[in-house]
């Protein structure tokens, strides 16, 4: 499956559509796909953000337009200027109520840009993210265990200096760092390994407020976020949970 048959299949995946041989082709597609993988989850939050934006016109109202309309064939001439400035009035009030729906539909999408309810899209994308550096052998552009080496690395490449530690001396060295996408901003993404395991640790600027740390299960996969001092963290690794906590728990001691 190429991009452009991606792109006409995301709206029909989105809302249930497909059917299961359709839905199989289109989820590899967008495991191995950036673009169409960021298409997607565009897509998932304006339909999240609108789900719930329903307004019914008041009974009152639909009274007074019937009324209205079933005056305007016996109006007399002289009552005509009354009628067009009621008109007027009638689309200046139209033009209003879409502009309070627009506005109500912004501050839809903000807010659920800055509600923490949001992570689970971002949790979707930490989890696609994780399996794609993995299965494409692209887990590093600047393989490293020196922290020094990778933290400079980043310079020039994001508009934000990450956190870069080695820990080598717990359990859970550094082995390399990324960059990356995620919730729609450049992410770095830091590699760290336990045994056979891969951590990917993925760091960006957030207008978010400090949040401690919560963790979750999604597709297998054990994830912890938090936010701190205008930055969010996502960890993402198949190592078991009490492990992954523990890395953390090491890395923001």
């Known amino acids: 499956m190429n ?4 792109s006409k299949l995301l709206e029909p995946y989105a809302d249930g559509e497909l059917d ?22 565009e897509l998932k939050a304006l339909k999240s953000a609108f789900s719930g934006l329903y307004y019914s016109a008041p009974a009152a109202l639909e ?19 009354r009628l067009r400035w009621n008109s007027s009035a009638w689309r200046a009030t139209a ?31 930490v989890v696609d993210s994780h399996v794609r550096s993995l299965m ?15 933290k400079p690395w980043f310079n020039g490449r994001l508009d934000f200096s990450p956190s870069v530690r ?12 990324r960059l990356d996408y995620i919730d729609g901003h450049p992410a770095a993404a830091l590699i760290y390994q336990r045994r056979q395991h891969y951590i990917n640790l993925f760091e960006w600027p957030s207008n978010h407020p400090d949040e401690p740390q919560k963790d979750l299960s999604r597709r297998g996969y054990n994830l912890v976020f938090w ?9 993402a690794s198949d190592l078991n949970r ?10 923001t001691d």
């Open 63 to 81: 009274r007074r337009v019937r009324t209205a309309i079933s005056a305007v064939p016996s109006v007399a001439p002289s009552e005509q200027r």
């Open 166 to 177: 080695d820990l080598a001396s717990v359990g859970f060295p550094l082995v390399g760092g």
């Open 227 to 235: 936010n701190r001092q205008g930055m969010t963290y996502w960890a």
């Open 136 to 150: 494409a052998n692209h887990l590093e552009d600047v393989p490293s265990t020196d922290q020094h080496t990778v």
């Open 95 to 125: 033009i209003a109520a879409s502009l309070l729906v627009l506005v109500m539909g912004g501050w839809a999408l903000l807010n659920w840009r800055l509600n923490p309810a949001g992570s689970e899209l971002i949790a979707s994308e």
């Open 242 to 251: 009490d492990e992954l906590l523990e890395f953390v728990k090491d890395l």
């Open 20 to 41: 299961v041989i359709r839905c199989t082709e289109l989820e590899r597609h967008l495991a191995d796909c950036e673009t169409c993988s960021n298409q997607h989850s």
């Open 3 to 6: 991009c452009d048959e991606a």
